[in-house]
């Protein structure tokens, strides 16, 4: 065994691999000595080595001291180690507390258009025409199913923010489409109502109809420009659609007489009344009473006479009214 390190000399050596170290070991027992020589590589490695089991040791230590720390309650570590977790976890809840708010907020903003669109959907039921109870857009629709046999993963929360805004966006979508059928729905039903589609009485019957037939007073094979209905005197006459009023008094052949004017070319006549209740330039609805069943004019009793004219052409009151006739 060597005791003690007397010394060591360094020189230069002409070999190639340059300079060298030598290292002299001297024992205090036997007086005998013996001599190293270290190469710059072998220097190197032998530094290498030294770095390697300082961190090792050091790693060691660490490992000890936190080991110790986490076992021993009041080792000064403790309280740090319990401040740097606390830490971590109040930045773990607020970023959950962020992500809750901006979800919250999301959601929100679905439910105030699902109830735009839910309204939207009401008011094309009602233009459309269709019954209410069918279409229940405030409930939500019915859906099911077995289980799933396929393994189900969670949901993130990455991927409900993704959900979230591709459902907006297609909710956004949907009630622009809406708007748009809305729009339309609403100009059709505009234009219906200026068609003479009510019936203008809403007792009696059709005592004469549309076309040829044995004229009443004459007797001749006659074209009756019209339906005749049978009612009761003082029977309310309504506008079949609405209009303007271009015409309302007496004529010789019609009597007490109404001609509404509804638009592109369309006319109706309201004939043989005993009461006029409107006058020229007013503005009419569809279903306003005008006037009132009579006897007058050229007519063997008490009935209404109407007429359809399009560009000043008798047309078949008929197609308009969809009543036999």
Do not use: C
């Not at 961190?55 to 986490?70: D, E, G």
């Not at 309280?79 to 976890?89: D, L």
């Not at 009510?198 to 549309?210: D, E, I, K, M």
């Amino acid at each position: 065994m060597v005791d003690s390190l007397i010394g060591a000399l360094r020189h230069r050596s002409q070999a190639s691999e340059g300079e060298n170290l030598q290292i002299i070991l001297v024992s205090s027992r036997s007086n005998r000595t013996r001599s190293f020589n270290l190469n710059r590589i072998q220097l190197s490695l032998l530094g290498l080595g030294m770095f390697g089991l300082s961190a090792i040791a050091a790693a060691i230590l660490q490992y000890l001291s936190l080991a110790y720390a986490a076992k021993d309650e009041d080792s000064f570590l403790h309280p740090v180690i319990a401040a740097v977790q606390a830490q971590e976890n109040q930045r773990a809840q607020h970023t959950l507390r962020e992500s809750l708010k901006a979800m919250a907020a999301k959601v929100g903003d679905l439910q105030a258009r699902i109830l735009r669109l839910d309204a939207l959907g009401t008011r094309l039921s009602q233009v459309a025409g269709l019954k209410t109870q069918e279409f229940m857009f405030d409930r939500a629709p019915g859906r099911g199913g077995a289980e799933s046999s396929i393994f189900a993963q969670p949901v993130s929360m990455t991927q409900v923010g993704d959900a979230l805004d591709r459902l907006a966006s297609e909710l956004e979508e949907r009630l622009d489409k809406f708007r748009i059928l809305e729009s339309t729905l609403a100009e059709e039903q505009a234009k219906r109502r200026f068609m003479p589609t009510l019936a203008p009485v809403h007792t009696g019957y059709s005592s004469s109809g549309f076309g040829w037939r044995m004229d009443p007073f004459t007797g001749n094979h006659a074209f009756h420009e019209g339906l005749d209905f049978s009612a009761q005197e003082g029977t309310p006459i309504h506008a079949a659609a609405g209009g303007v009023v271009v015409y309302a008094g007496a004529h010789p052949q019609y009597g007490n007489m109404v001609e509404i004017d509804h638009g592109n070319d369309l006319v109706t006549r309201y004939a043989h009344a005993s009461k006029l209740l409107v006058k020229v330039g007013d503005v009419t609805l569809q279903g306003s009473k005008i006037a009132e069943v009579g006897n007058t004019g050229r007519s063997t009793g008490a009935h209404l006479h109407f007429e359809v004219r399009h560009r000043g052409i008798a047309q078949n009151p008929a197609r308009f009214l969809r009543t036999p006739g």
